[in-house]
Structure formats: C-alpha cells, structure tokens
C-alpha cells in the first residue's frame, strides 16, 4: 500500500514535557512537509523539507525541530509543549514541484494538559 | 506574502441545489490553485487543481475556473449530495512548492 502513515494517532502529555511525531510515505517522493491544524481547522504549513534538506521553515517557535534520516520520512520534535501546541499534526509528501498534489498522511493529535 | 481567503465560513444547503464555494487570492508569483476536501476525522485530500488562466477543471461532479485577472478560483456544483458534507479548503502554491490555505468552509448538505 502506497500512502502517508502517522504514529501515534493521539497523544497526551503535560505542559513542559517533550514528544517525537514520526512520519513515513512509501509514495517515492522527494518533498515532505508538516502542517498544523489547530481548534478552529485552520491549516498552517510549519515545515517542507526536499530530500532531506530543509527547504521552508515557517516562523515556527524553536522548540518545534523536525528530523529527517531519509527522503521517506520526516519526523517532528517537540521540546517543551505549551497548551497552544494542541492541535492536529498533519505530514505530506509530494514530487515537489508547485503544481503537485500533496497527500496527507492521517496526522497525529496532541493534547497539552 | 501569499494568502488565501475564503469568505464563506458555514454553508448548509438541501440536497439537489447547487453550491459555489469562494475563494481568492494573493500572489505576485505564477499561481497554482488547489482545492482540498477533508470529511470527518478524515485527512485532506485533493478535489481539483488548476494553473491554466480561464480553463474550468472538473472532478467528481466539482467544477472550478482560475481567473488570473480577478484572482479568483471559487468551486462549484451543480447538485450537491449529502456525502458533500465536509469542510472545503482552497489552497495556493507558488515557487516555495507549500501550500497556504484558506480559512476554510464547512458544507452541510441536508436531506
């Protein structure tokens, strides 16, 4: 099966601890990104990497570090959650030109007590 | 910067009328504009996509036009059906190959 997959589904921490996101996509493509969906569904791109290399980062607080090992996954690292991080983490991968489709993977939800 | 704007943030319709969802947008790159559908607990996924100046594209019965000189990009469909129920994003991508989306709307199709 060819798709984007996302562990964990959900996630619950504290204020102040550190969580991993991991994303996969078995779709052979060069470009991956992280988005996040907050309370009110508004969709905001955080992170796009290209085979491995950062390409655009966003204005995004520094304690959100993404990694990447190789071009099929991209993971996300949070150092010390804060209660705004609540929201859902949605990855995508496409070739990486501006006319191609993004498909996303089912994203992973946080929930910072 | 690049942005998008949907004005319609909640539209419920009955079943069998016909929707057109807004959307424009702000670029001073070539655009490529994107529709993306998300149901229920569901990820986005694609509907249409377009980069062609005054050329309609359809998909699954959806139907949009990219206007260049309004910057405009509004989806439509002639007969909408309750598994329309879903929240509806416009999307642009430009030479940094990300997608910035709109705010969003929701379609509620009732019986």
């Known amino acids: 099966e060819t798709a984007v997959f996302q562990t964990p589904n959900y996630h619950v921490t504290q204020v102040g601890n550190e969580v991993s996101f991991n994303c996969k996509q078995t779709l052979g493509h060069?470009?991956?990104?992280?988005?996040?969906?907050d309370s009110k569904k508004l969709l905001k791109i955080m992170f796009s990497y290209n085979n491995k290399q950062l390409?655009?980062?966003?204005?995004?607080?520094r304690r959100f570090s993404p990694q990447s090992s190789d071009?099929?996954?991209?993971?996300l690292r949070i150092k010390s959650v804060e209660p705004e991080d609540s929201a859902v983490y949605l990855c995508a991968s496409s070739a990486g030109g501006a006319q191609d489709t993004q498909y996303f993977g089912p994203g992973t939800r946080l929930l910072v007590l | 910067g690049d942005s998008v704007t949907q004005t319609e943030g909640l539209v419920t319709l009955t079943k069998g009328l016909p929707v057109m969802l807004n959307c424009t947008y702000q670029t001073t790159y070539s655009p490529f504009l994107f529709w993306y559908v998300q149901h229920l607990n569901e990820a986005p996924k694609l509907l249409l996509k377009s980069s062609t100046d005054n050329k309609r594209t359809e998909h699954q019965g959806f139907y949009a036009t990219l206007h260049k000189s309004s910057s405009?990009?509004?989806?439509?469909?002639?007969?909408?059906q309750l598994s329309d129920s879903a929240l509806y994003f416009c999307a642009l991508?430009?030479?940094y190959n990300v997608l910035y989306f709109g705010s969003g709307t929701k379609l509620t199709v009732e019986p």
């Open chain 1, 30 to 37: 060069d470009t991956m990104y992280w988005y996040k969906q």
């Open chain 2, 93 to 95: 991508s430009t030479n």
């Open chain 2, 72 to 80: 405009s990009f509004h989806l439509q469909k002639s007969s909408v």
């Open chain 1, 71 to 75: 071009k099929a996954h991209l993971n």
């Open chain 1, 55 to 61: 390409i655009v980062n966003e204005t995004v607080p």
